[in-house]
């Protein structure tokens, strides 16, 4: 994860989801309506995850 990433993550929490699939753009979008902090928790750990 890059800083660019995670600070676009704390920003704008969907938008820093976007490639990493429909699915996970959805969650963190109703995450990050739902409340900012849940959002971008989600964000930071979508983000976290390693690419297999």
């Not at 929490?13 to 849940?38: H, M």
């Not at 928790?41 to 979508?46: D, E, F, K, R």
């Amino acid at each position: 994860m890059s800083l660019l990433r995670a600070l676009l993550a704390i920003f704008f929490p969907p938008l820093a989801v976007i490639d990493k699939g429909c699915g996970s753009f959805l969650i963190v979008l109703v995450l990050t309506a739902a409340g900012v902090v849940p959002g971008i928790i989600a964000a930071l750990i979508i983000l976290n995850k390693t690419e297999k």
